[in-house]
């Protein structure tokens, strides 16, 4: 049973333009939803995380947006730019204690 | 920032062989590693839960006898995988829980090894 739904599985977006993923989840224990940015051949780097006591989290250019209700999340990357094309991981887990579940995956091309 | 380090990046052994796989957290001591394995152009999946003086947790379907984990030291997990075949080349990823901060806690990637076994 996969606890976190991802979508979509790739995504292209012109320079400049606004990237958006998304996430959902199952279990309602589950109470920090990180992303995750990976590069070929490299380990995942934490981007941006939230926790259900806020809708909305920004640094930067990544915002999260977060549904407790709707158990969804979902990240935007604002003025997407070449050097952001990754594969980028939504997850879940418990207080961050617990393993990370992840999502499978949206691989971004951002086209120049 | 916290750093995770592994070592090797990159091994390549002869099937039925052992490769042992080290995980270093190199400026903070985690008391939890993570052990994870990703195939090509999929997602990272959990192989096992490290603790600190004590025995892996490991999931289902994961072979404990195979994916040997021993975290002896607060900074130091190390993943043995013997008898490597074919089918055990993978990208493993290990992660270490640094501490409690606004209640939650951070964990950190190691930028991963690559096994290939022939």
């Known amino acids: 049973q996969q606890q976190v739904k991802q979508s979509p599985q790739s995504l292209i977006v012109q320079k400049g333009g606004i990237s958006i993923i998304n996430c959902a989840y199952e279990n309602t224990a589950f109470d920090y939803f990180p992303w995750y940015q990976q590069f070929p051949g490299k380990g995942p780097a934490l981007l941006i995380a939230i926790r259900p006591d806020v809708s909305e989290k920004k640094e930067g250019r990544f915002t999260i947006s977060f549904n407790k209700s709707a158990k969804q999340f979902s990240l935007h990357i604002m003025d997407s730019q070449p050097g952001d094309s990754a594969t980028y991981f939504c997850a879940a887990s418990i207080r961050g204690g617990t393993a990370l579940i992840f999502g499978k995956g949206t691989t971004l091309s951002v086209s120049s | 920032g916290a750093v995770v380090s592994q070592h090797p990046s990159w091994v390549i052994c002869k099937s039925g062989t052992s490769v042992k796989i080290e995980c270093r957290s190199l400026?903070?001591?985690?008391?939890?590693m993570f052990w994870y394995r990703q195939f090509p152009k999929q997602s990272l999946m959990l192989m096992a839960t490290?603790?600190?003086?004590?025995?892996?947790?490991?999931e289902q379907g994961v072979e404990k006898d195979k994916f040997l984990i021993n975290h002896a030291s607060l900074t130091l997990s190390t993943l043995t995988v013997t008898s490597a075949h074919p089918e055990d080349s993978s990208f493993y990823i290990c992660?270490?829980?640094?501490?409690?901060?606004?209640?939650?806690?951070?964990?950190?990637f190691g930028p991963g090894t690559r096994l290939t076994v022939t």
């Open positions: 490290s603790n600190e003086g004590s025995k892996a947790t490991y």
């Open positions: 400026d903070f001591q985690a008391t939890t």
């Open positions: 992660s270490a829980r640094g501490g409690l901060a606004g209640g939650t806690y951070e964990q950190y």
